[in-house]
């Protein structure tokens, strides 16, 4: 099996599957000057001895995207006296490793910086394509920069301590990109179950799905780093799923938003670009397999339609949505009228 995945941003670098991710920590700290950024609540999940490192810890969870915290942070780096050749190494979830990017990113216009994820989204997902960043007081990753790491280092056995709601949260973006672009994702999936992907002997299974989910971010963000036309794509099942997420007051993990804006998306491309009724299907049976939500509140669509409306990534006010024509084929569509959406929302909430 290939032990890396090159990916392309302003610089090329490579996602690495290593056996031991502490080994790999000890090399790199031996080479060069660095500072460990995680929280304490990781650090005890993992089994990192914090002894002997220069270590900043953040808040747990999406408390750690903060300008509080940034600030600390810089001030940390400065009396630690850290230099244009130095180094920070993010070990975390993807709100440590968007933060800890983020802080390289603004450290003396840019210092490197290597990811060790360990979520499932953190490693399919967040710690891959350069975006780094922090929350403003109005909205997520409001204040952020495209900073790609040097590496990201890739250690499976990471994901034992993560909860089961963690792990389905993260096989949502695992389905995601199956649909837009690997159907073999779809068809594993299909083949197998949570605890059999959790099982130590589920490890080839599981490998195959973190690679193949890599290789199609890899692919698309190494052709669009700066998100002008097929980066979007990333996004299918997000333009709702990113209102879930809101108007759940975050209550709702992510994947679990996207999870319901997967399923909602399917229905969309079945009723208004062609897909098959069978593939919509496909979707929601998937989902559902791996206990993801694939129905929010019914009574929602008008909080929904104005957090959508909202979206940063609209242009003009028009609400862009991320459609599949087949698997495998998905188009940006800006044609859907309010109308259209509410009776759609109607058909697959109740
Ligand atoms: N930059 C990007 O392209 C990108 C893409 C997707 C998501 N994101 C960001 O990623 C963040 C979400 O990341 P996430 O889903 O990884 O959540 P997270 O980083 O908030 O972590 C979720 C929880 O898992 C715990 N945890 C982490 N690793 C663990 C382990 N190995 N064992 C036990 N517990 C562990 C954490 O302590 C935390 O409580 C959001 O802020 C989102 O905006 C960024
Ligand atoms: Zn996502």
């Given at each position: 099996?290939?032990?890396t995945?090159a990916v392309?941003?302003?610089?090329?670098?490579?996602v690495?599957?290593?056996d031991?991710?502490?080994e790999k920590l000890?090399e790199i700290?031996a080479k060069?000057?660095?500072?460990?950024?995680?929280?304490?609540?990781?650090?005890?999940?993992?089994?990192?001895?914090?002894?002997?490192?220069d270590?900043?810890?953040?808040?747990?969870?999406e408390?750690?995207?903060?300008v509080?915290?940034?600030?600390?942070?810089w001030?940390?780096l400065?009396?630690?006296?850290i230099e244009?050749?130095?180094?920070?190494?993010?070990?975390?979830g993807?709100?440590?490793?968007?933060f800890a990017g983020?802080?390289?990113?603004t450290w003396l216009r840019?210092i490197?910086?290597?990811?060790?994820p360990?979520?499932?989204a953190?490693?399919?997902?967040a710690?891959?394509?350069?975006?780094?960043?922090?929350n403003?007081r109005?909205g997520k990753?409001?204040?952020?920069?495209f900073?790609s790491?040097k590496?990201v280092?890739i250690?499976?056995?990471?994901?034992?301590?993560?909860?089961?709601r963690?792990?389905?949260?993260?096989?949502?973006e695992?389905?995601?990109?199956g649909?837009?672009?690997d159907?073999?994702?779809l068809?594993?999936?299909?083949?197998?179950?949570?605890?059999e992907l959790?099982n130590?002997?589920?490890?080839?299974?599981?490998?195959?799905?973190v690679?193949?989910?890599?290789?199609?971010?890899a692919k698309?963000?190494?052709?669009?780093?700066?998100?002008?036309?097929s980066?979007?794509?990333l996004?299918?099942?997000?333009?709702?799923?990113?209102a879930?997420?809101h108007?759940?007051?975050?209550q709702?993990?992510?994947?679990?938003a996207?999870s319901?804006?997967?399923n909602?998306a399917?229905?969309?491309g079945?009723k208004?670009?062609?897909?098959e009724?069978e593939?919509?299907?496909?979707?929601?049976?998937?989902l559902?397999?791996?206990?993801?939500?694939?129905?929010f509140d019914s009574?929602a669509?008008?909080s929904l339609f104005?957090?959508m409306?909202?979206?940063?990534?609209?242009?003009d006010g028009?609400i862009r949505?991320v459609?599949?024509?087949?698997?495998g084929?998905p188009?940006l569509f800006?044609?859907l009228?309010e109308?259209?959406l509410?009776?759609?929302?109607?058909?697959?909430?109740?």
């Amino acid at each position: 099996m290939k032990k890396t995945i090159a990916v392309d941003g302003e610089h090329a670098y490579q996602v690495t599957f290593a056996d031991s991710w502490l080994e790999k920590l000890n090399e790199i700290r031996a080479k060069r000057k660095s500072v460990l950024i995680t929280s304490s609540k990781v650090a005890d999940a993992i089994g990192l001895s914090i002894e002997g490192f220069d270590l900043f810890l953040v808040p747990d969870g999406e408390a750690a995207k903060d300008v509080v915290t940034l600030q600390a942070a810089w001030e940390f780096l400065e009396s630690h006296g850290i230099e244009r050749q130095d180094l920070i190494v993010a070990i975390g979830g993807g709100s440590i490793t968007d933060f800890a990017g983020f802080a390289a990113a603004t450290w003396l216009r840019g210092i490197d910086w290597i990811a060790i994820p360990t979520t499932l989204a953190g490693m399919v997902d967040a710690s891959v394509g350069g975006k780094t960043g922090i929350n403003g007081r109005s909205g997520k990753n409001l204040i952020g920069s495209f900073h790609s790491p040097k590496e990201v280092i890739i250690d499976l056995a990471l994901l034992s301590t993560l909860t089961d709601r963690d792990f389905r949260a993260g096989l949502a973006e695992v389905i995601k990109c199956g649909f837009i672009a690997d159907p073999e994702i779809l068809k594993n999936l299909e083949d197998s179950t949570l605890e059999e992907l959790r099982n130590p002997q589920g490890i080839a299974k599981l490998s195959d799905l973190v690679r193949r989910s890599i290789a199609v971010k890899a692919k698309i963000v190494s052709e669009d780093f700066r998100e002008s036309g097929s980066r979007a794509f990333l996004n299918y099942g997000h333009t709702l799923g990113h209102a879930i997420e809101h108007l759940s007051g975050y209550q709702l993990r992510h994947g679990e938003a996207v999870s319901i804006g997967l399923n909602f998306a399917a229905h969309l491309g079945f009723k208004h670009l062609g897909l098959e009724r069978e593939s919509y299907l496909r979707h929601r049976e998937l989902l559902e397999r791996y206990d993801l939500p694939v129905r929010f509140d019914s009574g929602a669509f008008d909080s929904l339609f104005s957090v959508m409306r909202l979206d940063k990534k609209n242009k003009d006010g028009i609400i862009r949505f991320v459609l599949l024509r087949e698997i495998g084929n998905p188009v940006l569509f800006a044609e859907l009228k309010e109308g259209n959406l509410r009776v759609a929302y109607q058909e697959v909430m109740s």
